[in-house]
Every structure is written in structure tokens, then in C-alpha cells.
């Protein structure tokens, strides 16, 4: 299942790229950006700020979705076939998010770009929540984009078992690791998952020699310090695999998704990173000998 897909991107990998989201991921980062990629099914999203009131919603949802004085109140637990409400709000403040398209599907929207890909060097780069935690049709996608000759990367946690990397191996050019810390207790605490999991898979691709670029997210009050930096400079500068590493400042732009999805932010205090807070972390990767820069 995807949530979105986005074109002419320049970030996630070499040239001009198309993102496949997909939807589900295994962790629950308390900074997440994308609060809608978490589940593997359905979500509602609903922005009151372009509520016209029209009801339509409320009589197809009659008890759990109520009209208050401060919009809707959706009761989501309850709401047992979400696909019913897709298209019901003609003002699109309730919105369904995910789709499930099959491989065919998927590869006729990429090749409408193909020839971008063909001209700046890109590709298409799946992204998520997880892709590598998607069930064995995503292996289809990725054959057939390699039977077209699309340059694929994608982007992971590597928060999934080895089975689920291990197919996937020969049909992707390119693995952007986000790696997130090196400090087990913390890793759990703020993501609810085992880091010990990602490591023992890192170094298996390591030592398959697959193409591999570190992706760090600096964020406030988990890993944003020089010491903790370190420690994850120091180990991707330790792989053979890994000459290159990415720099991703904590931002806030995902905030206003968890209200529309009836979701608490953990992470609501907390402001945005500037570039320039991660010179020393920039600095430090350079030294290390890896090809370091700021964003993606």
C-alpha cells in the first residue's frame, strides 16, 4: 500500500528522482514526520481548516463522526471500512489516506518520467514508513523496474528481519541507511525498536559490498550532540561499504499531520534545526574521510 508519490524530486538519490511512499513502518519515532506512513492500512485525515460543513461524512459515519463546535470529531477505532469515505467530502477535509496499487499499476506512473531519469542520471527511490517491511510484491516492482532499466534506491531503517533484505538484493542499486544512533537504550526509548536488529543487518550488507549511504537524522534531544554524532560517524566511516553520509536537520513541517489524524505529537516542544548547527557533525565526517553534506 502507498500514501503518495512524488515527482521531480532531487533529494533520495542521484538526479531527478520519483518517490514511491509506502505505507507502515515497524518503528514509532517520536519526531516523525510522516505519522501517516506508520500504519500498514487506512488512515483519515481531517483538516478542519477547509471544513464546509457540508454532513455528507456524518451521515455515512453516524456514531463515530460527530460535528462539535471544533470541528469534526472522528472516532477511528470505530470506523470499520474507512475505504467508504475516500471520496465524500467534496471539500477534501476528510481525506483517506493509502491506495493499494499493484506493480503494473505502479510502473505505468513511473514511466511517464522515464525520461528524466534517462537524462539527469536518476531513478526511482521507495521511501515509506518501510518498504522493506512490504509484503513480496514490492520485489515484483523492483524487477520490473530493473527489466526497464530504472536505477532504484531506497530508503530504510533496516528495521526489518534479513529475509525481508535478502530478497531484495540484486534488484536495488542503492541503500540509503537511516541511522539514527548507536546507544541501544536510547535507540528503544525514543523509537520502540531494537538497534541490535538494524547493526547485525547493516553489516551483512556491508559485507556484501552493497551500495550504501549513511543518512542521519539530527534530532533535538536524542542525538544532537557532538559526542552522540560521533559515534555514528565513527562506525559508518568503519564500513568498506559506506564512503558517503547525509545530514538530515530535525524539522517541523509533519506537526499539523498528527492533528489531522487525531494523533498526540511527542515532540511538539522542540524547534527545528538549522543547517548551520551541523557544521561541527559536517566538519567531523569529513575528517573520517566520507563525502558528507547536508540534506538529502
Avoid at 500514501?3 to 528522482?17: A, C, L, T
Avoid at 518517490?19 to 519515532?29: A, D, H, M, Q, S
Avoid at 469534526?72 to 475505504?83: Q, T, V, Y
Wanted: overall charge neutral; glycine content about 8%; charged content about 25%.
Amino acid at each position: 500500500m502507498i500514501f503518495n508519490i512524488q515527482r521531480y524530486s532531487i533529494h533520495d538519490g542521484e538526479g531527478i528522482r520519483t518517490i514511491v511512499f509506502f505505507k507502515g513502518c515497524p518503528l514509532r519515532c517520536k519526531w516523525c514526520s510522516n505519522p501517516e506512513s506508520q500504519t500498514y492500512g487506512l488512515s483519515l485525515m481531517y483538516d478542519h481548516r477547509i471544513c464546509k460543513n457540508f454532513g455528507d461524512c456524518i451521515q455515512k459515519g453516524k456514531p463515530a463522526i460527530k460535528f462539535t463546535n471544533e470541528g469534526l470529531s472522528i472516532d477511528r477505532a470505530n470506523i470499520k471500512n474507512k475505504e467508504e469515505f475516500r471520496d465524500i467530502c467534496l471539500s477534501k477535509a476528510l481525506t483517506v489516506i493509502g491506495e493499494d496499487l499493484s506493480a503494473v499499476e505502479l510502473l505505468k506512473e513511473i514511466e511517464k518520467d522515464k525520461l528524466f531519469y534517462q537524462q539527469s542520471g536518476g531513478g526511482v527511490t521507495l521511501s515509506g514508513g518501510e518498504p522493506l517491511s512490504q509484503n513480496g510484491s514490492v520485489t515484483y516492482f523492483l524487477d520490473e523496474l530493473k527489466k526497464n532499466k530504472i536505477h532504484t534506491s531506497v530508503e530504510t531503517t533496516l528495521h526489518v528481519t534479513w529475509n525481508q533484505i535478502k530478497r531484495c538484493l540484486g534488484r536495488i542499486d542503492c541503500f540509503l541507511v537511516d541511522l539514527k544512533h548507536t546507544e541501544k537504550s536510547k535507540f528503544r526509548d525514543y523509537t520502540e525498536g531494537d538497534l541490535e536488529l538494524v547493526m547485525t543487518n547493516l553489516k551483512k550488507l556491508n559485507e556484501l559490498r552493497e551500495h550504501i549511504i549513511i543518512r542521519i537524522p539530527v534530532i533535538p534531544g536524542f542525538n544532537h550532540t557532538l559526542e552522540e554524532m560521533k559515534g555514528i560517524i565513527n562506525l559508518s566511516a568503519s564500513l568498506q561499504s559506506v564512503d558517503e553520509i547525509h545530514f538530515i536537520p530535525y524539522h517541523t513541517l509533519g506537526s499539523e499531520k498528527y492533528k489531522m489524524l487525531g494523533m498526540d505529537y511527542p515532540y511538539s516542544n522542540h524547534k527545528a534545526i538549522s543547517d548551520t548547527e551541523l557544521t561541527p557533525y559536517l566538519e567531523f565526517a569529513k575528517l573520517k574521510g566520507l563525502n558528507a553534506k547536508i540534506g538529502g
